[in-house]
Structure formats: structure tokens, C-alpha cells
């Protein structure tokens, strides 16, 4: 079955600009949670959405902010851009979501992830 | 605060030998983990995993054993191969709240 698919892989853009990141999730999963990788920082856990509403959020500021939509296909939005926010966007997805339970359903699998610069 | 912890950032073996990847947790209603491993332009993949009522769990030649009095947990890779040379992370999950907290990753170096 096809992965998780994000888009676009490569992106630059300049300070104050905004971006917008697509996640296509494996068929079947409900859940998608996004992060973001920076050297040194490992993954930081920005939001899920599970059937089209925010579950949780992570310590971003507002200027982050994503959508899940009917199909589970889910955007990121980061505005007013920061030569801060270059960094590696993750995509996951899972059956059931983050920390709901034992079973598998909560694995996560993860897109390439689309690499943002901000110049 | 840093949840989960990986105290080591790089670890370098020999090939067949074993490689010991540590991670620390300060959250005691952290319920179930998770060890991912990603390689350079690619997303992480789980790996392995555990749940608190065990305190070990075995898949080939990878290990993860759990100790919850001391909040720690390890990934033994035995014997090591050159293919496992990748960024490790550990993940933490707590099934009430629905969150799941990842350390900063180590990466892991097998040498020929």
C-alpha cells in the first residue's frame, strides 16, 4: 500500500513569507501528527488531528497552525516565516493516534518530510 | 523540561558487535515505547516497541528492555551491521493523555 506522502520535498522561501505543507496519510489512517526536526533538537511534536479536529498541540507559537480534511489528507500553515522555523517537517500517520493504547494502532508512519529554508 | 532523553548523541561499533542506545524518561505515566530509526532523506520507521507491563521485548536481532524504577530504557542491536548505521530515536507515549514524546535522537555508526 502507498506510504505516507508529503509535499512539496524542497522548499525556500524569505523571512516573513508563508508556507503551506501538504501530508497525504496511508489509507485507512485517521490520525496524522505532524513534527518538526532541527539538528540537535530531535522531533518537536507541533499538532494532530484526528478526523478532521485538533487532538493536541505542541509548545509552537500561533504562527503554525494545520487542517485535516474528510479525506485525512492534512496542510501545515507556517506564516510571517523566521530564519528559526528552517528545519525538516515531519508527517505521521496512524490508525488510532498518538498514545492510544497498546496496540499497534498507534505506530506511526512517517512521510520523506519536506524540507523548508527560509532565507 | 526534556521528557524523554537520549543522553548520547552519536555511538560508533564494530560491525558484529553490540550497540547499546539509551533513553531516559522523567514521566511516570509514560505507558508504551518506541524505538524508530531514520536514515539521511528518508522519515523515521518504528523499530521495535514496549509496553510498561513488560520489562523486555525481543524482535530478531533487536532488543529493548525497560526498566521502570529507574525511568530507562535501552536498544541492544546484536551483532551490529553496517545497514544499521542511522539516527535512532526513542518515544514515549502516554495513553491518557494521547501524547507521544520523542528524545533528540543518537546517531549510530557501525563500522565495517
Known amino acids: 500500500k502507498a506510504g505516507v506522502t508529503q509535499t512539496p520535498r524542497y522548499l525556500i522561501k524569505t523571512r516573513g513569507q508563508q508556507v503551506t505543507l501538504s501530508c497525504s496519510p496511508i489509507s485507512g489512517h485517521r490520525s496524522v501528527s505532524w513534527y518538526q526536526q532541527t539538528p540537535g533538537q530531535g522531533l518537536q511534536f507541533l499538532f494532530e488531528?484526528?478526523?478532521?479536529?485538533?487532538?493536541n498541540k505542541g509548545n509552537f507559537p500561533g504562527r503554525f497552525s494545520g487542517r485535516q480534511f474528510s479525506n485525512s489528507r492534512s496542510e501545515m500553515n507556517v506564516s510571517t516565516l523566521e530564519l528559526g522555523d528552517s528545519a525538516l517537517y515531519l508527517c505521521a500517520s496512524s490508525l488510532e493516534g498518538l498514545g492510544q493504547g497498546f496496540s499497534g494502532a498507534n505506530v506511526l508512519t512517517f512521510g520523506a518530510g519536506s524540507r523548508l529554508t527560509v532565507l | 523540561d526534556q521528557q524523554v532523553k537520549q543522553n548520547s548523541p552519536s555511538l560508533s561499533v564494530q560491525e558484529g558487535r553490540i550497540s547499546i542506545l539509551n533513553c531516559d524518561y522523567t514521566?511516570?505515566?509514560?505507558?508504551?515505547f518506541l524505538w524508530y530509526k531514520k536514515y539521511p532523506a528518508e522519515g523515521p520507521t518504528f523499530l521495535i516497541s514496549?509496553?510498561?507491563?513488560?520489562d523486555k521485548n525481543e524482535d530478531g536481532r533487536f532488543t529493548v528492555f525497560l526498566n521502570k524504577s529507574a525511568k530507562h530504557l535501552s536498544l541492544h542491536i546484536v551483532p551490529s551491521q553496517p545497514g544499521d548505521s542511522a539516527v535512532y530515536f526513542c518515544a514515549a507515549s502516554d495513553s491518557n493523555a494521547g501524547k507521544s514524546t520523542f528524545g533528540d535522537g543518537t546517531t549510530l555508526t557501525v563500522k565495517p
Open positions: 514496549i509496553s510498561s507491563i513488560k
Open positions: 514521566n511516570s505515566m509514560f505507558d508504551y
Open positions: 488531528y484526528f478526523s478532521e479536529t485538533q487532538r
